[in-house]
């Protein structure tokens, strides 16, 4: 069992940044895609972006492309998500996923999900 735990979020202004993190248990975390996903209230939980479990591909919704970056360091089991020029509609709990395999953008593919955590962008 992949256990995560997401952290960094918080309250940012707008066109400020964060940096979120999000650790896993030990074990095979080096073969498993990693994505982090969003979810505002009233809304369906949607992607964000996704890294292959070697760091190599990366993906990334339109609405963050060129914003974020979503990183991974697999010595530290952690996975980062690091989001500029942040606007009020980024606000939403943030969510780490993993899953063996490809990256997808589906979160019903995904097998293990974190707690999330909030950002809040304002104005």
């Known amino acids: 069992q992949v256990q995560l735990v997401e952290s960094g979020g918080g309250l940012v202004q707008a066109g400020g940044s964060l940096r979120l993190s999000c650790v896993a248990s030990?074990?095979?975390?080096?073969?498993?895609?990693m994505g982090w996903f969003r979810q505002a209230p009233g809304k369906e939980r949607e992607f964000v972006a996704g890294?292959?479990?070697?760091?190599?591909?990366?993906r990334y919704a339109g609405s963050v492309e060129g914003r974020f970056t979503i990183s991974r360091d697999n010595g530290k089991n952690t996975v980062y998500l690091q989001m500029n020029s942040l606007k009020l509609e980024d606000t939403a709990v943030y969510y780490c996923?993993?899953?063996?395999?490809?990256?997808?953008?589906?979160?019903?593919?995904?097998?293990?999900w974190g707690q999330g955590t909030q950002v809040t962008v304002s104005s």
């Open positions: 996923a993993s899953r063996r395999g490809m990256i997808v953008a589906g979160p019903n593919e995904y097998d293990y």
């Open positions: 890294i292959h479990w070697s760091g190599a591909i990366r």
């Open positions: 030990e074990g095979a975390f080096s073969m498993y895609a």
